[in-house]
Nanobody
Framework: QLQLVESGGGLVQPGGSLTLSCIAS????????IGWFRQAPGREREEVSC????????HYRRSVLDRFTISRDNAKNTVYLQMNNLKPEDTGVYYC??????????????????WGKGTLVTVSS
């Protein structure tokens, strides 16, 4: 079973940057596509970005393209989400999730097998 723990959230001003980390344990992380999802107050959870098991394929939702970068270091069992030029609409709880598959990704919360508990990102002046 894969355990996931997110960190790196916090309060940042608009235009600022944060880097989220998702640390995995309990299973071989390279066997999982990993996704970052977020949920803003009063809204449904949405996908933000996903990365395949070996890191060769990535996906970003349109609103974060060119601002966010997802990466992974399987030797450290860690997936990162570098977030630049943050906007108030990026506020929410950010979750990482794992999908057991060795190639590609689905990047849909309906198929993710394991979830972390989330880390709060607040973008406000």
């Amino acid at each position: 079973q894969l355990q996931l723990v997110e960190s790196g959230g916090g309060l940042v001003q608009p235009g600022g940057s944060l880097t989220l980390s998702c640390i995995a344990s309990g299973s071989t992380m390279a066997n999982y596509a990993i996704g970052w999802f977020r949920q803003a107050p009063g809204r449904e959870r949405e996908e933000v970005s996903c990365i395949s098991g070996k890191g060769g394929n990535t996906h970003y939702r349109r609103s974060v393209l060119d601002r966010f970068t997802i990466s992974r270091d399987n030797a450290k069992n860690t997936v990162y989400l570098q977030m630049n030029n943050l906007k108030p609409e990026d506020t929410g709880v950010y979750y990482c999730a794992g999908e057991l598959r060795t190639q590609g990704y689905t990047c849909s919360e309906d198929v993710m097998d394991y979830w972390g508990k989330g880390t709060l990102v607040t973008v406000s002046s």
